[in-house]
């Protein structure tokens, strides 16, 4: 049991590297070493990944994070979505009540510099 958790261990260590940081709209993307990602430096509260084709393969995959804003106060939602190293990134305001405006936009995403 021991084995099969440091081998888990150690492939998800080597795969989340393959995701370079990315740089979408305003919003700079990147995994640490935990394998948690990080939206212009704040890390993501709820993360959860998709992959496309075969487990590992970041470059067709969904991840799916809730990040809190830096701007403003409240949270912010968003889904990145990688298909053959093409990336969009779809990011909505939480809002706390449906009284308040929907928020949302759309960006292309690049390998950050």
């Keep these: 049991m021991l084995k099969k958790i440091i081998l888990i261990a150690s492939l998800i260590g080597l795969t989340v590297p393959a995701f370079a940081a990315t740089q979408c709209g305003p919003f700079y993307l990147k995994a640490d070493k935990s394998g ?24 067709n995959a969904t991840v ?39 928020i949302r936009g759309d960006y292309d995403c690049e390998p950050a510099k």
């Design 36 to 59: 948690w990602f990080s939206v212009n430096g704040e890390r993501a509260k709820t993360q959860k990944v998709t992959f496309a084709k075969e487990k590992g393969d970041y470059d």
């Design 64 to 102: 799916k994070l809730l990040v809190k804003n830096s701007k403003a106060p409240g949270m912010v939602e968003m889904e990145q979505t990688t298909r053959n190293g093409k990336g969009l990134l779809r990011a909505e305001i939480v809002r706390t009540s449906q009284s308040q405006i929907r």
